[in-house]
């Protein structure tokens, strides 16, 4: 579902819309390989961050599945910057599953 909402406020007509949509990806680390080069949290911040115990990448806590630092599901919003940082992941350690 879209919700939309239509203002006109001194002869200009102003629409925002935005959609409820529910994530379908999931993302899997495998953090075990992963290198710690830092390009997942560089392109994807508010998905991926670097682990402070071990340096290793992890899912950002609020988007994390049954807070699992390995899994989660990222916003509508992050799921083009997710696709991104597993795209270029250096080790091939960021895993993308849409269902």
């Given at each position: 579902?879209?919700?939309?909402?239509?203002?006109?406020?001194?002869?200009?007509?102003?629409?925002?819309?935005?959609?409820?949509?529910?994530?379908?990806?999931?993302?899997?680390?495998?953090?075990?390989?992963?290198?710690?080069?830092?390009?997942?949290?560089e392109q994807c911040?508010?998905?991926?961050?670097?682990?402070?115990?071990?340096?290793?990448?992890?899912?950002?806590?609020?988007?994390?599945?049954?807070?699992?630092?390995?899994?989660?599901?990222?916003?509508?919003?992050?799921?083009?910057?997710?696709?991104?940082?597993?795209?270029?992941?250096?080790?091939?350690?960021?895993?993308?599953?849409?269902?």
């Amino acid at each position: 579902m879209v919700l939309c909402i239509f203002l006109s406020i001194g002869g200009i007509t102003v629409n925002m819309c935005r959609s409820n949509r529910v994530s379908t990806m999931k993302v899997t680390i495998n953090r075990e390989e992963c290198t710690s080069c830092g390009t997942c949290w560089e392109q994807c911040p508010d998905m991926f961050e670097e682990n402070p115990d071990d340096s290793k990448n992890q899912i950002v806590e609020k988007h994390r599945v049954k807070g699992n630092i390995a899994e989660g599901v990222p916003p509508e919003e992050f799921e083009d910057c997710t696709r991104s940082a597993a795209e270029d992941c250096c080790a091939e350690v960021i895993h993308i599953e849409d269902s």
